[in-house]
């Protein structure tokens, strides 16, 4: 991108006119409407899912839902997960974290 910022494309002008640049060097935060000109006609028609939109209405007390790819984590075979980089680093997930990062999300 920066040959183009150097060259002045259309591409480039239309990324610094949406604040990119400017977002890039920390001066400011992205919003939905600067990506909306970079969109094909059919993303702009994009709807949000119905079932993402459900939830936040999982994390009522006693909710359980049969749908939207959250299995019950008492159900999963495992305790522990931990890995062990060729470096020495190794990681473990358990508990929560674990039952979390087990979901299909």
Do not use: W
């Not at 239309?14 to 094909?40: I, P, Q, V």
């Not at 009522?60 to 939207?68: Q, V």
């Amino acid at each position: 991108m920066h040959g183009e910022l150097a060259r002045g494309s259309a591409a480039a002008r239309a990324a610094c006119s949406s604040g990119f640049a400017s977002a890039a060097a920390g001066a400011s935060r992205l919003t939905d409407a600067d990506y909306a000109e970079f969109l094909s006609p059919s993303s702009r028609e994009r709807r949000p899912s119905a079932i993402r939109a459900l939830m936040p209405l999982l994390k009522l007390p006693g909710m359980i839902s049969l749908g939207g790819g959250m299995p019950n984590p008492s159900t999963f075979p495992f305790s522990k997960v931990s890995v062990e980089l060729v470096d020495g680093r190794s990681y473990a997930l358990e508990g929560d974290r674990l039952a979390e990062g087990l979901q299909y999300r």
